[in-house]
């Protein structure tokens, strides 16, 4: 396998990182702003009040886009096989 076999690998991998995480990272930055600016316009400052409602957002999430993150997985990890079987 060369260099740039390796190094295109990584930044695939990279990539795929990427978008794997970017819905559970967003939706948890929107509900972080939302909650955030709702305690800025009541006045309310409590902390933990931000964590519920964040991890049920998350959890959400992650139900409903697990089956695309195991076929992107899935995806490159079929054709990291195939390049091991043929050797590079």
């Not at 990182?17 to 702003?33: E, F, N, R, S, T």
């Not at 959400?60 to 091991?84: C, E, K, N, Q």
Request: aromatic share 6%; net charge negative; glycine share 10%.
């Amino acid at each position: 396998m060369s260099g740039d076999a390796v190094l295109d690998l990584a930044r695939e991998g990279i990539w795929v990182m990427i978008i794997i995480g970017a819905p559970v990272m967003v939706v948890g930055l929107l509900v972080g702003v939302v909650i955030a600016l709702f305690q800025a316009l009541t006045q309310i400052q409590e902390m933990t009040l931000v964590f519920v409602p964040k991890i049920l957002a998350i959890f959400v999430t992650l139900l409903l886009s697990l089956p695309f993150m195991g076929a992107i997985l899935s995806g490159y990890m079929a054709r990291i096989a195939d390049m091991i079987v043929t050797g590079g």
